[in-house]
């Protein structure tokens, strides 16, 4: 942090040579030779010279007029010839000037005709936008004058050349001197024309001979940049930066002391705080943005930026309203709230996180973690959790139970499918949701198995006493010698009731998860040693008899 603030000091102390533009030398002037200039201020100078006579001869005829109106006919001629003598020396001037002299007249700034707030808004980024695209442009509007030039002094030749052989064939005095005075019109205009296309030309040739390449207009382009604006750019980068991460800091402090923030981890008032920081991070940011921008003078970035936030508050007057519910919830004070318990697609969900992507995990699952937008979390309600509450009946490698008989090993469970490995090595899938309506019955953690046996009815008076001893005994003694005494929990035998054709004992075992593989094999192991004890104690077993009853005549 401390290196940050830092280097921002320095960059604010750097030279004004790295944010200014630095002047280029002025050319050197061109060391081609100057005939082809003087040539074209020749051209404009044989017609000055004579309009210069033609003016003296009209004031002397104008003297001498006899009457009013051939007075007012000279005095039309004596105005256009000093329009065209004015025009002429400007068109020689501009020759001597050259794109000096162009660039000269252009400097006056002209106001646009929008509304006076708006145009001192926009103002610098139509300046920038003029002046990069000032010198293509008037290369483009000198180009297209020329071509208009070029036409119009053709069509002059056109008119002289027709007055040409009229005046061969006119007879009448009066008719020559009026094709004389409309001779001396045209001969004018195509004077003019001349001279507008020499001026054109020279301002073309020394804009087209003074012109950048593209690799060297975007290289100066990109050095200039980054001597003014691009310095700006980064102090103000560096400023938003140093002082984002320097609110982040501080609140993070305030964290660590803070008595509600250390109260309840998911407090609405703590979630309001965070996003509460956050907002002031990013303001800071702005303000360090705008300041830097504000400091160095630098009006077109600073336009841009107050433009930009113009544009996102004015857009976040229809888009905010309807996210103020999604608002609600990332501020913990909806239907669905975080370290709370939720159900999606089927299965629990412990609200891990809120906000703009919501987090659901579930330790129980593999890959059991959820990240979805908000947006699909609308619906949804969450309950505060249970003391010990589980959020998946099995864990993997656990051996369970369905109530359609499948016995097995979890080996995969995921928020899509549960596998179970059979016997054998036969594996069954399960979508996760459909798996928990078979109601899983989980063996890992222990288990009772329940197994009935019957004797013969000739030992019913030792049945209630010896017979359930011996029994339990005798399980106990096998179980434990064939699985471990670990493994063995209990064993209980209960006379269970006095059947059709048998006295019949309930056998209760329970054992731990570690023999939950040897589920069927118990029982069928019970069964086997209550066997052998019968062998032992010539107990009887007896098996189902059918009665048949003769129907006799009278029946």
Not at 291 to 304: I, S
């Amino acid at each position: 942090m401390r290196w940050l603030l830092l280097s921002f000091l320095l960059f604010l102390q750097a030279p004004l040579v790295f944010s200014q533009e630095t002047s280029d030398p002025a050319p050197a002037e061109d060391s081609k030779p100057i005939e082809k200039k003087l040539d074209s201020l020749q051209t404009i100078a044989e017609p000055l010279s004579e309009s210069v006579v033609l003016l003296q001869q009209l004031q002397k005829q104008l003297q001498n007029a006899a009457t009013e109106d051939v007075k007012e006919d000279i005095q039309a001629r004596i105005d256009e010839t000093k329009k065209r003598i004015s025009g002429l020396r400007e068109n020689f001037r501009e020759i001597l000037g050259g794109s000096e002299a162009a660039e000269y007249d252009t400097t006056i700034i002209e106001t646009a005709g929008f509304q006076e707030q708006i145009t001192e808004l926009v103002q610098p980024v139509l300046s920038g936008i003029r002046e990069a695209t000032a010198e293509p442009r008037e290369l483009d509007s000198l180009r297209n004058q020329l071509v208009i030039w070029k036409e119009r002094k053709a069509k002059t030749e056109k008119v002289r050349a027709r007055i040409e052989k009229l005046k061969e064939d006119a007879k009448d005095e009066v008719v020559v001197a009026e094709l004389n005075s409309a001779e001396n019109i045209w001969k004018a205009r195509q004077s003019d024309a001349t001279s507008q296309i020499a001026v054109l030309s020279v301002q073309i040739e020394e804009r087209t001979k003074d012109q950048r390449s593209l690799w060297e207009s975007l290289s100066n382009g990109t050095s200039d940049f980054f001597k003014s604006r691009g310095m700006n750019l980064l102090l103000a980068v560096l400023a938003a930066v140093i002082g984002f991460i320097a609110v982040r800091k501080i609140y993070a402090l305030i964290r660590k002391v803070s008595p509600v923030h250390k109260a309840d981890k998911h407090d609405t008032l703590e979630r309001l705080s965070d996003i509460l920081s956050m907002a002031v991070a990013v303001l800071v940011a702005l303000g360090g943005i705008i300041f830097v921008f504000y400091a160095k003078g630098d009006w077109l970035l600073l336009t841009l930026v107050i433009i930009f936030l113009i544009g996102v508050i004015w857009a976040g007057k229809t888009a905010i309203p309807p996210y103020l519910e999604q608002i609600r919830m990332i501020l913990n004070l909806s239907s669905v709230r975080e370290g709370e318990r939720v159900i999606y697609e089927g299965l629990p969900w412990k609200v891990e996180k809120l906000g703009f992507f919501t987090t659901f995990t579930n330790p129980n699952l593999q890959g059991g973690k959820l990240r979805m937008p908000i947006k699909n979390v609308m619906d949804m309600i969450s309950r505060p959790l249970a003391p010990k509450e589980v959020w998946f009946p099995t864990e993997a490698d656990d051996w369970l139970i369905l109530s359609d008989d499948t016995y097995g090993k979890s080996i995969t469970q995921t928020p899509d499918q549960v596998v179970l490995l059979q016997l054998g090595g036969a594996m069954k899938t399960y979508p996760t949701a459909d798996f928990l309506a078979l109601a899983p019955k989980n063996l890992s953690h222990g288990f009772r198995i329940s197994v009935t046996f019957g004797i013969d009815y000739m030992h019913q008076a030792e049945s209630t006493t010896t017979v359930p001893e011996i029994f339990q005994a005798a399980l106990t003694k096998e179980l434990i010698s064939g699985y471990g005494r670990e493994a063995v929990r209990s064993i209980n035998v209960e006379f269970a009731s006095a059947g059709a054709s048998s006295l019949d004992y309930v056998i209760l075992a329970d054992f731990a998860g570690s023999v939950a593989h040897h589920y069927n094999a118990l029982q069928r192991k019970i069964q086997s040693i209550c066997v052998d004890v019968c062998n032992e104690q010539n107990w009887g077993i007896p098996f189902a008899q059918i009665t048949i009853h003769r129907a006799t005549e009278e029946d």
